[in-house]
């Protein structure tokens, strides 16, 4: 296992008063990527070189206890700092990181509840990034507000708090006293966006070039879902990567490629021509190979039944999915799942 040992600087600051300060709190089985993003540009941000210095922004890595916090990578961060030694009201952000298992940021020990909700009813901003929104909606903290998150766990989300509203079309979502992230390399537009607020545009934007980010997206930003070296003009591009993001808004639904091309506003004909020039197959067959993918994810990444994951793909027959399954992968999803180790869920 490998061990990266983060040091807190905020002690050694420069600037008495910073114009933002960030708590940082990664669950068990955290994802890096995000992780690094946020961190790494809240450091390329606080200082007028590159020496790591937290003058205009701070930030504190805090965990339960002391310990080596394995992340889903097995790249474990030093945590030396505890929730039992700071003060909230000395921090604006709360950001918590969430694991690669959505069901176990719910049923974490009930001190993570009390600290969120003790954030709150002190006034400080409580930011979920990826899968830390299940920990965030478990203690009640998302009750009337919206939040950003991850398609892969899209339906999962809709059917553990059916009450919460969820954007499946923005990568980070800014509602008032929270904030959610869907995780991955939008964790580093959020920082920017935070950035941003307290410390100016052009502070935010610093370092973006040293991280070889082109520019910081917007929110709402699309993402590209189609290879840019496709030879197709800008309108089948503009049907096709609108059709493919409502496919995954809808991968539980019954809806059929029928009425997605009317969402479109163009003929289904048109729509399967344009997928066959982009893909080489129809938007049903691509449409069916996405869910195919998503359900050998989630058989690998959590230990949800059969059934309850056919749910998920839109598909009520679970014979019938088992058979196309074995089909597509050359065996039963079962099988795959007796074939590896998986992880808790």
Same mark, same amino acid.
């Given at each position: ?153 899209? &339906? ?65 930003? &699309? ?69 195919? &993918? ?52």
């Amino acid at each position: 296992m490998s061990h990266l040992t983060i040091e807190n600087a905020a002690s050694n600051s420069q600037v008495s008063a910073p114009d933002v300060r960030f708590l940082l709190l990664p669950l068990p089985e955290f994802s890096m990527l995000p992780f690094g993003g946020f961190i790494d540009k809240l450091r390329l941000s606080a200082d007028e070189e590159d020496y790591s210095q937290q003058q205009y922004c701070t930030w504190q890595i805090i965990g339960v206890e002391p310990c080596h916090l394995v992340s889903s990578s097995g790249v474990a961060v030093e945590v030396t700092t505890t929730i039992a030694e700071i003060e909230l009201t000395d921090y604006d952000y709360l950001v918590v990181f969430g694991g690669r298992s959505a069901r176990s940021c719910q049923e974490l020990p009930k001190q993570y509840q009390d600290l969120l909700r003790l954030g709150s009813a002190q006034g400080v901003t409580l930011v979920s990034i990826d899968n830390a929104c299940f920990l965030f909606a478990a203690a009640g903290l998302l009750n009337h507000h919206s939040v950003a998150v991850h398609w892969r766990h899209v &339906q999962e989300f809709r059917t553990a708090f059916p009450r919460i509203d969820i954007r499946t079309d923005q990568l980070f979502c800014i509602d008032g006293k929270r904030i959610s992230c869907a995780g991955g390399s939008a964790a580093i537009d959020l920082a920017v966006e935070l950035l941003s607020r307290h410390c100016g545009r052009t502070r935010a934007l610093k370092g973006l070039a040293d991280m070889l980010v082109d520019e910081a997206r917007e929110q709402r930003h &699309q993402l590209k879902s189609l290879d840019a070296n496709i030879q197709i003009n800008n309108m089948v591009r503009r049907h096709v990567g609108r059709a493919i993001s409502l496919m995954r808004q809808l991968l539980a639904s019954s809806d059929t490629v029928d009425e997605l091309a009317n969402r479109l506003a163009i003929s289904r004909r048109q729509l399967d021509r344009q997928f066959k020039d982009c893909f080489g197959q129809t938007a049903r067959e691509y449409w069916a190979e996405m869910r195919l &993918q998503h359900l050998y994810w989630r058989l690998v990444n959590s230990d949800h039944s059969l059934s309850f994951l056919a749910d998920e793909v839109g598909i009520a027959d679970v014979s019938y999915l088992c058979k196309v399954f074995r089909k597509r992968f050359g065996k039963s999803p079962n099988s795959l799942r007796k074939s590896i180790i998986l992880p808790i869920d």
